[in-house]
């Protein structure tokens, strides 16, 4: 299984950034994903989730409204489509698949995560 997390970027305050997760080697209707993100000095931080049978779908309160998960099944990619960037959205931005019985659940905890792509780096600054 691999996970490749891309589309990072330099970007301005209240710009708008689309990162791009492609899973090979797992059926994303096996695994609930998620993309967290670090910044220098911080810990990895979850910011939104999608469930396995992908209809449910949670964020971080940092990130709610202002960044929306998605995935193409066909495409084997979940989608982070992020507006309104702020300074403080500068990190290394990782996408992550989890396994679960549940079909529902949203697995927002790092240590849960079977499988982690390399980050991917956004840089907010004006």
């Known amino acids: 299984v691999r996970l490749q997390a891309f589309g990072g970027g330099s970007v301005q305050p209240g710009d708008s950034l689309s990162l791009t997760c492609t899973v090979t080697?797992?059926?994303?209707?096996?695994?609930?994903m998620a993309w967290f993100r670090q910044a220098p000095g911080k810990e990895r931080e979850f910011l939104a989730g999608?469930?396995?049978?992908?209809?449910?779908?949670d964020y971080a309160d940092t990130v709610k409204g202002r960044f929306t998960v998605d995935r193409d099944i066909n495409k084997g990619t979940v989608n982070l489509e992020m507006s309104s960037l702020k300074l403080e959205d500068s990190a290394i931005y990782f996408c992550?698949?989890?396994?679960?019985?549940?079909?529902?659940?949203?697995?927002?905890?790092?240590?849960?995560?079977?499988?982690w792509g390399r980050g991917t780096q956004v840089t907010v600054s004006s």
């Open positions: 999608v469930s396995r049978s992908g209809s449910a779908f």
């Open positions: 992550a698949a989890a396994f679960t019985s549940r079909q529902l659940e949203i697995v927002r905890t790092d240590s849960r995560m079977k499988y």
């Open positions: 080697g797992q059926n994303l209707y096996g695994v609930a």
